[in-house]
């Protein structure tokens, strides 16, 4: 795709009706304009350690299956980087940023977990604020899509405006699915990827990790 193209798609994926245009249709266009871009991928290190918030103000909770991601049955709107029925497992480098993203209000009964990895999982780097991150892409097409990519992964949406996720989630879909087995960064045949971005709740402090599988997480 010419850097031309690339510009118009974008353009074209700006001015979308989100409310009523089809997440595949738009997982196509970002896929199609993805072709030829450079990836970042970092297996990340087994010391790693993630956060988890969740609010509940109901019954305690005691089921380690109460902390993961949630079934896909109850997944029912567009969340940041996941599209309904097809839930994501989030956690957050820091304490604080858990907490931030579950916008917890003063009386809420809320459940913070810790999670490090048995294996370092392979993860998509190309969003993150890491310093290990090498942000010049090589090419003006790499920089003006992952500058697009950048734009509409920092932008607070409102959680009763779900719809405008579909951008990023079908850009997640393409971020992390889609990879060739790699035994160097642990890419399985699912050839799926997590996902550093940074905090939109706390955009100045650390980062969040979202995986399609727990790469033999424990809590």
């Known amino acids: 795709m010419s850097i031309s193209e ?11 009706d989100l409310d009523h245009v089809d997440f ?16 970042s991928l970092y297996r990340g290190a ?17 089921n380690l299956n109460d902390f993961g991601a949630p079934p896909p049955e109850l997944v029912k709107g567009f969340q940041r980087c996941n599209p309904p029925g097809a839930p994501m497992f989030y956690t957050a480098s820091k304490r604080i940023n858990a907490l931030l993203e579950c ?3 003063q009386g809420d009964i809320v459940y913070l977990s810790q999670w490090c990895c048995k294996e370092p999982p392979p993860v998509n780097v190309v969003l993150s604020p890491l310093s290990h991150h090498d942000s010049n892409h090589g090419s003006t097409l790499d920089e003006v899509f992952y500058t697009f990519l950048d734009t509409i992964f920092t932008r607070p949406i409102h959680a009763s405006f779900s719809n405008q ?9 393409v971020l ?44």
């Open 6 to 16: 690339l510009r118009r798609t974008i353009q074209r994926l700006n001015r979308l």
């Open 24 to 39: 595949l249709e738009i997982v196509s266009s970002l896929r199609a304009a993805s072709k030829g871009i450079f990836a």
């Open 46 to 62: 087994n010391t790693e350690s993630y956060f988890r918030a969740r609010v509940h103000n109901g019954e305690q909770l005691s």
């Open 103 to 105: 916008d917890v209000q």
């Open 165 to 173: 996720y579909k951008l990023t989630a079908a850009a997640a879909n």
């Open 176 to 219: 992390t699915t889609g990879y060739l087995a790699h035994d160097a960064y642990d890419v399985r045949t699912d050839g799926t990827v997590g996902l550093l971005y940074s905090s939109v709740a706390n955009a100045y402090s650390g980062y969040n990790l979202s995986m399609l599988r727990m790469h033999s997480a424990k809590s």
